[in-house]
């Protein structure tokens, strides 16, 4: 495709098999692209300004980069990540980008090296691999490009060909920036997706006075159970009214509750008066992914539960760099006695969408595939995060498919705030599903016309449907 | 092979290792098949009736096929699985096949879709891919075989070249079909296997009145731990007398315990009188796991240990259409610390056999291939259940053979009831063997004179030997 | 390469892959051995007497092959493992041998099959597989060659192109062999290893005893908590003055503790009056993890953490025939918990090296790729004792590289105490490397320049770094 990224990459070595995944992959290669998770700011189509320097769009956010330079001794402020005390830190492009060339042998075999060449390739036109001697050139390539009106927000999402795009706001945001992206006449379709995790999780930093405005903004009464719920509905009223169709949970673990109407109260109001101990506040986490379900059944919102992770395990780099910062590290993750009370509940409604998410793989054949494979309304997302990669992507398909076949999955998320690399991320996407189909078709376990159309909809319909885009 | 399945099914795409593949397969293609484990119903051998309409014999009683239909939102009903309140439900097999055949793309990348080709084309001479404009024409093809002598259940169990199959029968069963099938001069060789969870099992529904019963037909005094111990040598020989080599146990977890005399007298005192607590139930199951073992040291039955699924997960399906209706979910599975009391007892004999299975791959290289690859009591099982599929099988010899080896396994268990399908089973298994076996050569990690005669051992001699059969 | 061993063993049958492993394996091929854990005896080194026979230096030490022939009813006694209790057992070399090759066929698919075709074929030049019918010949080659001088102990080592090879001795260890080697100016590289497992682990045999031990060694009074730490700095001191450039320590779990000064002290009297409980002795070895980290920071030497076998499964061999007899069987390892304390404390610290392993490859892409990907004191140590084989390399490659990259790992140990065999571990290592860079490069997803700089890295440059040799 480029002088960076071969126009085979990803594709399987034995030739039959490369010449099905080059013939599958081709007719899905253009398809729009249909993001219906992520986290590109929506400020951003808002106010269509020109994007910063090279590195502070390319190396400064991504958790992805700096986490690797950091364990290979790295400082972070080197990398001009802001400390939260405000100490000075590295604010010139240049010798940031310099500092990752000369590390950018760090990420061999990995997918910021492949999205990095695609990005650098493809979209800014570099032809030289990333090293110390040309890594000048290639930031001068990249801002000038970034100077240029055809590089700015809407101009890419035009020419990355994305369909629709779902951005994720917290409860509380006001949505102005999707407001503004309304009012503008701009035709780029971006929705949001409601996030509430900083009035659902009472470890939450501020969570009483969040639900204090949770009651502000919706008029409802949020220190009474049955106010709470209503202002969750008025919420998410609003944000179906900016386009979202689907609402996120980041919890640390899959557990579910389903407390009578009663307890569920009581537990409500321990919460809410912060008298709730360890046990409790994880309870009442629990019971609201089941109460969101619900609303769900009402509302027509996907449920997303993207569990697993151990944030901020390093105490002192959240207090120096705060969160975010690559220290977020995947735990053992059960989700068949975690889910029961949900699925008791509402698993059995066929309208009702739930997407499950996972950061251990040992979960895949054993628990997911065989629930989503059963329970109407559990689909299972794609290979998330640390596993959104060609390895992950391949361990996904090959662990679930036999169980809950390609239909109860919902195509690809790219999950990133790295707008330059969704494209990269999406082919990466259609490049690996189709390697797989192309070695069910040489394996004969597959014709191959129903491997054409298994391309198309891993790659576009799924998503829309499985997102109700 | 035929219009459905392709004679290099499930081969390597390499050239090199495909020819390996296939000369390998085409050496074990044809041999008897050993079917150890299984849930045919031996009914159908003794009476040797003409089997049901398509649906009934292939869709409604198929819980890998009823669970994605339902998953998609497809109601059991329709597809004809009885309700527990005798409401109606579909009983036209056409309409059933017809929906069966309107989904039959959520099975791509499935074994059941494997089966289903295997099946129709290979067994039934049907040439176009199902879907719905070929349903009535596969549909009629099916019931016309169906009607004929050639399709009735003896003779096909000896055009599929069984050379011995295990039927698998509760502890009160009165092994009336083994006895008809025995007294009808019938040549084809029907064992049963002892399967005691109802008599073994505080939890199993009637379980006082199942250890009467049990005390009436065996003369054993039920109601004290000697009686029932003896009870149960009774029945294993009586079941031995119908050709059992094997008892089967599927508990929910891997547990055993090793009491001393008094101590197992007085749990069993305490479960026998209804007054043990959950706690105590599980260290009856436990016990009873390790007292198996010692009576198999006595009479030569294997033990087969199937742990590890969360049984009925949904309670309002449980309640609408009883068990096994795909809601039987796996479990992360402990065998390291489950099995030490019984390995403590009886793990070191060499006459004894004990087979384990599991439905947590993340087991197979950690903790079973250690296990057996050296306590000479234990073998593996095949991959079983959701693992019984070319992925999963590729993944139990990738993750057990170079701790336990090959001789540490036990060939393959179809473990099915679906008996069209049995060739079928049987011959992916070998497949996906003689692909693993053709990368070991094409590695140049065996010679090619030893994946002969693995392939001849893991198709027909292991499961033979293991058995005891 | 030998008629026992092709000279492609272990690459990709795919031509161009093939092709392309040649290439990179050939450039590495002859590297220098660096060997930076293991457990050949320094005697050997120091003696430079010739090996026994056949049988006593490649079969009865090997826990790998008995443990594989016990599992299959071959008493320990006949291989000749010596008895506790003093019990006659086989010593004619050529019996033990004869009975190992009459079961060779149990190795098929094992890593001793390739470590022994190796031996046998590119060391001892023996030509037919090992069979009942050609045992005697290749015991007669092997016999020979052993009383040759080019096959003592120091003229292999020569002729192995071993740069360093790094042996493990206890604390207590008065290391007499490692100043014979270094007095005997010979020019062989052999530097110890600090284990201090014996004075670290209440539950180790003679505890007390040890600590009293180490107490006169060192003139600290390992009866207070400061003397004995004070005590481990000595011994280190000790250690690195022949060499020792790394730790290790074999904990049950990777749990690490970071208790305050007095609270640590109050733990330590009570573990070294014999008053703590389980819970307190396994605290106190959490809290040497950290311990032993500190010092680390101190004196520069490597720590590594070699967690998650449960020892001496079986209580009856080990009162028959004592520990390390292949009843050591994984358990489930967790480290995202168990680490924190000893990462809080000094998880930053670029300066300090440690080396996490693991026996539960669940943790590879969940646990230790993530927290290897981001903490700078942490590396991942190679695929380890059970996982030390073909499929087991490719899984941590497969499974780690995306989050951790190929530079937090650490190259290749080979861990042996079976000498014969370290040119073999080493080969198979650099192969199953170069088959994987050969796949990311037919994939594109590397450039083959980079493949050829990673594979001389692997094989040889991040050994010598990570373990400062």
Redesign the interface.
Same mark, same amino acid.
């Given at each position: 495709m480029t002088a960076l990224?071969?126009r085979?990459?990803?594709?399987? =070595?034995?030739p039959?098999?490369r010449g099905l995944a080059r013939a599958l992959y081709g007719a899905v290669a253009h398809m729009p692209i249909v993001s219906p998770h992520g986290h590109t700011d929506p400020r951003w189509y808002a106010l269509n300004e020109p994007f910063p320097d090279p590195a502070q769009l390319l190396i400064v956010p991504d958790h992805y980069i700096f986490?690797?330079l950091?364990?290979?001794?790295v400082p972070l402020e080197a990398l001009g990540v802001p400390r939260r005390d405000g100490a000075p830190v590295e604010t010139d492009g240049r010798a940031i980008w310099r500092l990752f060339a000369r590390h950018y042998?760090? %990420?061999?075999?990995?997918?910021t090296?492949?999205w990095m060449d695609y990005v650098l390739g493809t979209l800014f036109g570099v032809a030289a691999?990333l090293s110390p001697e040309t890594a000048d050139a290639a930031y001068d390539t990249v801002a000038e490009r970034l100077a240029e009106p055809e590089f700015r927000p809407r101009a890419l999402f035009e020419r990355f060909n994305i369909e629709v795009i779902a951005t994720t706001e917290g409860a509380l945001d006001d949505l102005r920036w999707h407001r503004m992206i309304r009012e503008s006449g701009w035709t780029g379709r971006v929705v949001t997706a409601y996030r509430p995790d900083a009035v659902v999780d009472p470890d939450f930093e501020g969570f009483a006075g969040n639900l204090d405005r949770l009651g502000e903004l919706t008029g409802c009464d949020t220190g009474l159970w049955q106010g709470y719920l209503d202002a969750h509905r008025a919420r998410r009223a609003f944000f179906r009214s900016f386009g979202a169709t689907s609402s996120d949970h980041g919890h640390p673990t899959a557990a579910t509750e389903n407390l009578a109407g009663d307890e569920a109260a009581a537990l409500f109001d321990r919460v809410r008066t912060g008298r709730a101990d360890a046990g409790e506040r994880a309870r009442f986490r629990a019971q609201m992914l089941t109460e969101m379900a619900k609303m769900s059944l009402d509302d027509g919102l996907v449920l997303q539960i993207h569990p697993g992770s151990?944030r901020n395990?390093?105490?002192?780099?959240l207090a120096r760099f705060g969160r975010d910062k690559?220290?977020d590290?995947?735990?053992?993750t059960?989700y068949?006695?975690a889910l029961?009370p949900l699925?008791?509940a509402v698993?059995?409604e066929?309208t009702l969408g739930v997407i499950l998410f996972t950061?251990?793989?040992?979960s895949y054949?054993?628990?997911l595939?065989?629930?989503?494979?059963? *329970?109407?309304a559990?689909k299972l997302g794609p290979a998330w995060w %640390?596993?959104d990669? =060609?390895?992950?992507m391949r361990r996904f398909r090959?662990?679930t498919?036999?169980? =809950?076949?390609? *239909?109860?999955t919902v195509g690809f998320n790219d999950d990133t705030r790295a707008f330059p690399s969704i494209p990269a991320r999406h082919d990466i996407a259609r490049r690996v599903d189709c390697a797989f189909l192309a070695?069910?078709v =040489?394996?004969?376990?597959?014709?191959e016309d129903?491997a054409h159309?298994?391309a198309h909809e891993l790659a576009y319909t799924l998503a829309k449907e499985a997102y109700r885009l």
């Open positions: 990224v071969d085979d990459v990803l594709f399987p =070595a034995e039959a098999m986490r690797m950091f364990s290979q001794g042998r760090l %990420f061999r075999g990995t997918p090296r492949l691999p151990w395990h390093s105490p002192a780099m690559g220290f590290i995947p735990t053992r059960d068949v006695a029961k699925l008791d698993g059995l066929p950061l251990d793989e040992s054949a054993r628990e595939a065989p629930l989503a494979g059963v *329970y109407p559990l %640390f596993h990669s =060609a390895e992950g090959e662990m498919t036999e169980t =809950a076949g390609f *239909y109860n070695r069910l =040489a394996e004969h376990r597959l014709r129903e159309e298994l």
